[in-house]
């Protein structure tokens, strides 16, 4: 028997989402598997701008994560896979969250959010890249019901990859 969700709402998010994305994101371990490090604040504020964009133009972007008191967890959400590499025209679902929010079932539910947002905008497919040592992602994506479809070596940091794919 699976434990309920926490109730969790998706917003498109703001010029203020940035700085909040940058607090919360601020710990080595979120940032493991991305980069490492955390990125200045410009970085969330071109990113965030960007998802506006998206969803202005796609009806999906990474959307800012709220829960039941309005505070800022992170992001989930889709957008088109951004690499010259990999899974080149596919919609590709992802997140992050704060270390403080994670075990709590706040991503799942984030997700399957965003993969209902997704039917009924009549996305057909998404996938999932994650790095293959990621085993909390790589959890949420089975919880999704998505399948590993592919492994692959990210070419800048030389790492091993899953892709993961859902039929929506």
């Known amino acids: 028997m699976n434990p309920a969700l926490p109730a969790v709402r998706l917003r498109v998010p703001t010029d203020e989402d940035a700085m909040a994305w940058h607090r919360v994101f601020d710990d080595p371990e979120v940032m493991e598997f991305h980069g490492g490090r955390s990125s200045e604040p410009s970085v969330y504020e071109e990113l965030t701008a960007r998802q506006r964009r998206h969803d202005a133009e796609y009806g999906f972007c990474l959307w800012t994560v709220l ?13 088109p896979w951004p690499g010259d590499w990999g899974p080149q025209g ?5 997140w992050r969250l704060g270390r403080a929010h994670w075990g709590k079932g706040y991503v799942t539910a984030a997700a399957r959010l965003t993969l209902e947002r997704l039917r009924n905008g009549r996305t057909a497919r998404v996938v999932a890249m994650v790095n293959a040592r990621n085993t909390r992602s790589i959890a949420v994506t089975q ?3 998505m399948r590993l479809a ?12 899953h892709c993961y794919r859902l039929d929506l």
């Open 143 to 145: 919880r999704l019901g």
């Open 67 to 79: 829960d039941e008191r309005d505070q800022v967890l992170g992001f989930t959400g889709a957008q």
């Open 150 to 161: 592919e492994t692959f070596m990210t070419p800048e940091t030389r790492q091993q990859g």
């Open 90 to 94: 596919e919609i590709e679902i992802g």
